[in-house]
C-alpha cells in the first residue's frame, strides 16, 4: 500500500466516522451513544482486518492489539479519543486513532511485527460532553477513575451506570478503579491530534512534537465598588466596578503579549446591577492563565493579582481573588519526545516542539507510562467546529513520522 493510499484511507474512515452522530445536520458523538457504537464497531472491523485482536473494555474503550514478534514483550500503546463535542469537527480524536490504525495496516500488509505489541486505543470518553466529566476512557485505562462518576446523570437523568450498563460495559467501581496494566509492561504511550492551533499553519510546517500539556489556572476576580444613578454622581465620585474591571482585562492581555508562551483569557463577565441608568457596583470575572511551565504561570497569576489590587485601590474600590480549578503542566517524556522529534526530521522536516494548550488523553496517561505527542497541522487552527479541516499530504507526513518513530523504537530492541 502506497503512503498516499494509507492517507486517503485515514481521510475516508474520518468522513465515515463523521457520518455517526446524534443529531441529524452535525456532528455529536458523546459517551456510550449509539453513534459511538456505530463508531466502535466501524473500528473494530477495520482494526480486524489489520491483523489485530479487538476488544471494547468494561467502559466502552475499543482497544486493538497487534502482537510482538518475541514473547514476554512490552507494549506501545497509541491512540486518541472517538467521541466528540456538540457539533464537532471530524479529525479532533479520530484522527489519531486513525493514523495509528494505518501504521499497523502497513505493518500488517508486510507480515511485520515488532519487538514490541502494540495497541491502539480508542477512548469512549475525553470531552466530557455527556456527563461533564473528561477523561472517563482513559481514567479507566489508567486506575484512576472516580467511582463517584457513576452516579452523574445526563440530561435524560440517565445515570453513568445505567449508560455504561446499556453500551454493554460493566460499571462495577472496583473494577473500574483497577488498572489494566502495570507500568513495567509498557513502553508507553502515543499519541496523534490535530494541533488546534494556527502556529504550524503560521511555519508552514505539517507536524510538530509536543513539548508539554499546558497547566492551567481558572481564577474568579470580583471588583466591588459602588451602585450609584447615572444621571447624577459626578464622574470624579463614581466608584465603576465596570470601569476598573476593564483596565484589569486589558492589563491581562498586556501582561500576556510579555511573556512568551503565556496565554490569558477573560471570558466570563457578569455586571451588577447591570442596569443601563444604573453605575456599576460590582463585577465578578472569570480568569483563565496557561503556560507549559508552571512556576511561569503561578508567576504571571501573581502578578495579575497584584494588578487587580493596584486598579482597584487607585479607584477606592476592593477586589477579591478566588482560585479555583487549578491543573499542573505535564511535561511529555524527554526520551520518547526525542525518538518523535529525530523520526520528523528523518522524514525530512524541521523538529519543532509546541506546547499544547488543550488538554489531551496523553495528560492521564503520563500518570501511568511514558507520553509522547505528535501534532498535525489543521487549517485555521481551528477545531470544536465543523471547519476542522486536514490536508491529505499533512496525514501522508503524520503516518510516515509514527512509521519511523516505531522503527526508532524497535531498533532499541523494544526497551525504554
Ligand atoms: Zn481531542
Known amino acids: ?4 493510499a494509507s492517507a486517503r484511507s485515514v481521510m475516508e474512515r474520518c468522513d465515515i466516522l463523521g457520518s455517526y452522530s446524534e443529531e441529524p445536520d452535525r456532528l455529536t458523538r458523546p459517551f456510550a451513544s449509539s453513534a459511538m457504537r456505530k463508531a466502535n464497531e466501524a473500528v473494530a472491523t477495520w482494526m480486524q482486518a489489520a491483523g489485530m485482536a479487538v476488544q471494547q473494555d468494561r467502559v466502552g474503550n475499543l482497544i486493538g492489539r497487534y502482537e510482538a514478534n518475541q514473547a514476554g514483550a512490552k507494549t506501545l500503546l497509541l491512540g486518541s479519543h472517538l ?3 456538540r457539533d464537532a469537527g471530524k479529525y479532533d480524536g479520530p484522527l489519531g486513532v486513525m493514523v495509528a490504525l494505518a501504521s499497523i495496516e502497513r505493518l500488517h500488509a508486510r507480515s511485520e511485527h515488532l519487538p514490541f505489541a502494540i495497541e491502539i486505543l480508542g477512548f469512549a470518553d475525553e470531552e466530557g460532553l455527556r456527563y461533564n466529566s473528561s477523561y472517563i476512557g482513559s ?3 489508567t486506575g484512576t477513575f472516580n467511582p463517584e462518576y457513576l452516579h452523574l446523570t445526563d440530561a435524560e437523568g440517565i445515570t453513568m451506570a445505567e449508560a455504561i450498563r446499556a453500551f454493554g460495559g460493566d ?4 473494577a473500574l478503579q483497577t488498572a489494566h496494566w502495570h507500568r513495567d509492561e509498557l513502553l508507553g504511550y502515543c499519541e496523534v491530534h490535530i494541533e488546534q492551533g494556527p502556529v504550524l499553519e503560521a511555519r508552514n510546517l505539517p507536524v510538530a512534537v509536543v513539548s508539554a500539556i499546558a497547566g492551567q489556572n481558572r481564577i474568579s476576580v470580583r471588583f466591588v465598588g459602588e451602585a450609584g444613578h447615572a444621571g447624577t454622581v459626578p464622574i470624579s465620585l463614581r466608584r465603576d466596578a465596570l470601569c476598573a474591571a476593564a483596565e484589569f482585562v486589558l492589563a491581562v492581555e498586556t501582561m500576556a503579549q510579555a511573556q512568551p508562551g503565556l496565554v490569558a483569557t477573560v ?7 447591570g442596569a443601563s441608568n444604573v453605575i456599576p457596583g460590582q463585577v465578578t ?6 503556560h507549559q511551565d508552571d512556576m511561569v504561570c503561578d508567576q504571571a497569576c501573581r502578578q495579575l493579582e497584584e494588578r487587580a489590587q493596584e486598579i482597584a485601590t487607585a479607584r477606592r474600590i476592593s477586589v477579591n481573588w478566588q482560585m479555583g480549578k487549578r491543573h499542573r503542566a505535564v511535561p511529555c517524556t524527554a526520551q520518547l519526545s526525542k525518538q518523535m522529534a529525530q523520526a520528523i526530521e528523518e522524514v525530512g522536516y524541521p523538529p519543532l516542539s509546541l506546547p499544547s494548550g488543550a488538554g489531551h488523553d496523553a495528560v492521564t496517561l503520563s500518570e501511568l ?3 509522547a505527542m505528535l501534532f498535525v497541522r489543521c487549517r485555521g487552527g ?5 471547519a476542522e479541516s486536514v490536508t491529505t499530504e499533512d496525514v501522508e507526513v503524520a503516518i510516515q513520522v509514527l512509521e519511523r518513530f516505531l522503527h526508532l523504537l524497535s531498533q532499541g530492541g523494544g526497551v525504554l
Open 1 to 4: 500500500m502506497t503512503i498516499n
Open 83 to 85: 467521541d466528540s463535542v
Open 139 to 141: 481514567k479507566v485505562v
Open 171 to 174: 460499571p462495577d467501581p472496583d
Open 267 to 273: 471570558g466570563q463577565i457578569s455586571v451588577h446591577p
Open 285 to 290: 470575572l472569570s480568569l483563565d492563565v496557561r
Open 369 to 371: 507510562t511514558a507520553i
Open 382 to 386: 481551528i477545531s470544536h467546529n465543523p
